[in-house]
């Protein structure tokens, strides 16, 4: 009876292993696919909504911090035309630009060239479509465009610190943003700035509900005087803030 009592045990503890087993797989696989749907959602890109993602971050953002200042800079009918002015220049830039990626996208797709790993750049479109001439045009043009655009966000965020915090000089602030920008060299491509842009539009949004708010409850200032610009560097300078958000970001668009 001994053994057939051990046996009969042994039968049960394996059909009750076997029955658990089913059960920790498939909580292991929903954990896995809870893991990959957050990773999906905060780091995978590429989408059409990861386009509209990036663009908002960027053109939302510097559009709206920066046009009080250009407008007090400008006065308000120049500040005003100049807007519209050069909105219209870059909305047709950007079409212009959209058009040429579409044409050289759909060439390359014929020639069976696939694109789901791979960012195209502006400088590969003129290459393609113009000739290896106009693509280090093109090159030269974009790392010069991203290095001094660079170096304008490094000073801004300085300045912008250094409101908040001066027991630290602007260009030792300069030196922090700038350590802390170059760890995005670990980012592997374009698609993974979602996270960024959600930040980006984040912040954008409290941003501008603070302004909002504090200038609904302070209201204006006593004693402030509406007048246009003093001086022709000013004027210069407000032209430049808006004609950079407008015309700059028509590449990104």
């Known amino acids: 009876m001994l053994p057939q009592k051990q046996a009969e045990e042994a039968i049960v503890s394996n059909f009750s292993e ?51 200042y250009s407008f007090s800079q400008l006065g308000m009918l120049s500040g005003i035309i100049l807007q519209i002015f050069y909105g219209l220049m870059g909305s047709w830039t950007a079409y212009l630009i959209s058009v040429l ?20 750049q502006w400088f590969e479109v003129l290459d393609g479509l113009l000739g290896p001439y106009w693509k280090a045009i093109g090159l030269a043009f974009n790392c010069t465009f991203l290095l001094f655009g660079s170096v304008i966000q490094l000073i801004a965020c300085a300045s912008n610190i250094y409101y908040i915090n001066d027991h630290l000089d602007k260009r030792t602030w300069t030196y922090i943003f700038g350590a802390c920008c170059a760890t995005t060299v670990f980012i592997p491509s374009f698609h993974n700035y979602r996270i960024w842009s959600f930040l980006g539009l984040g912040m954008t949004t409290y941003t501008a509900w603070y302004l909002a708010i504090a200038a609904f409850v302070h209201g204006q200032a006593e004693g ?11 004027y210069f300078t407000g032209a430049t803030n808006i004609l950079y958000t407008f015309g700059g970001h028509a590449v990104t668009v």
């Open 18 to 68: 076997t029955e658990h087993e089913p059960k920790e797989d498939a909580e292991k696989g929903e954990e896995n696919q809870s893991m990959f749907s957050v990773k999906s959602l905060l780091w995978h890109g590429g989408s059409a909504w990861d386009a509209w993602f990036s663009c908002a971050s960027n053109q939302v953002a510097q559009v709206l911090l920066t046009l009080p």
């Open 224 to 234: 402030v005087k509406h007048s246009g610009p003093t001086k022709l560097v000013l």
């Open 101 to 120: 990626y579409i044409e050289y996208r759909s060439r390359k797709e014929k020639e069976n060239v696939s694109f789901k790993n791979h960012v195209i």
